[in-house]
């Protein structure tokens, strides 16, 4: 055991197994807990020898391979424009990237939109799989009149069937410009040669900050 200690009461004696060794290699984890998890992948022997009555010795040995996976999986989700007029086009792109060391299999994407039907994927090297360090895109096209976030969920099964998910999201703003330009004069009926002082008024009734206003 990884404790150090195991009991066979078959041979009536006591084994003890060094991890050391594997505590060296970073197959064990120096830290507690004990007994110390596994930080990689590690091929177990063991050796067994004994002696029968005659004195003749008898060996035989055993091996097992264990695989420590990290199975992990990223969204990305991007906009080619943040801030659109009312009925503009925009286009998402979804990127999903398996980021761990095993491959994912049943692999879905939803898209929190209807209207936003994705295409793709893009990357997949025919398998269906989608593999370590692999990437694959998904687009798809709207004219939204409101603003609006975009999220994107992606998610794969890892070899013990396990569910592994991943969320990223992209924000849109709908402006809509508006200006408004009132001119009041202070006399409305007046004398050959009498003042009259105008007022104009600029107002923003839109939804985003206007610039280089001249009047």
């Given at each position: 055991?990884?404790?150090?200690?195991?009991?066979?009461?078959?041979?009536?004696?006591?084994?003890?197994?060094?991890?050391?060794?594997?505590?060296?290699?970073?197959?064990?984890?120096?830290?507690?807990?004990?007994?110390?998890?596994?930080?990689?992948?590690?091929?177990?022997?063991?050796h067994v020898t004994a002696r029968d009555g005659a004195g003749r010795q008898v060996s035989d040995s055993a091996s097992v391979f264990v695989d420590l996976i990290h199975p992990g999986i990223?969204?990305?989700?991007?906009?080619?424009?943040?801030?659109?007029?009312?009925?503009?086009?925009?286009?998402?792109?979804?990127?999903?990237?398996?980021?761990?060391?095993?491959?994912?299999?049943?692999v879905t994407v939803e898209d929190s939109l209807p209207d936003c039907a994705l295409s793709g994927p893009a990357g997949d090297d025919g398998d269906g799989v989608l593999d370590p360090a692999e990437v694959w895109s998904y687009a798809c096209s709207m004219a939204p009149n409101a603003s609006l976030t975009n999220v994107a969920r992606?998610?794969?099964?890892?070899?013990?069937?396990?569910?592994?998910?991943?969320?990223?999201?992209?924000?849109?703003?709908?402006?809509?410009?508006?200006?408004?330009?009132?001119?009041?004069?202070?006399?409305?009926?007046?004398?050959?040669?009498?003042?009259?002082?105008f007022t104009l008024r600029v107002r923003n009734w839109g939804n985003t900050p206007l610039s280089q206003v001249r009047v």
């Open positions: 055991s990884a404790t150090g200690v195991s009991n066979w009461q078959r041979l009536g004696g006591t084994h003890t197994l060094s991890i050391a060794g594997h505590v060296a290699k970073g197959h064990l984890c120096p830290e507690d807990p004990t007994p110390p998890p596994l930080c990689g992948d590690v091929t177990n022997e063991a990223e969204v990305t989700k991007h906009v080619d424009k943040s801030e659109i007029a009312p009925g503009e086009v925009v286009n998402f792109t979804v990127n999903v990237k398996n980021t761990g060391d095993v491959a994912l299999t049943d992606a998610s794969g099964r890892d070899p013990l069937g396990n569910l592994w998910t991943d969320e990223d999201s992209a924000a849109v703003e709908v402006i809509r410009p508006a200006l408004e330009l009132v001119k009041e004069a202070d006399k409305t009926v007046i004398y050959p040669s009498e003042t009259v002082r």
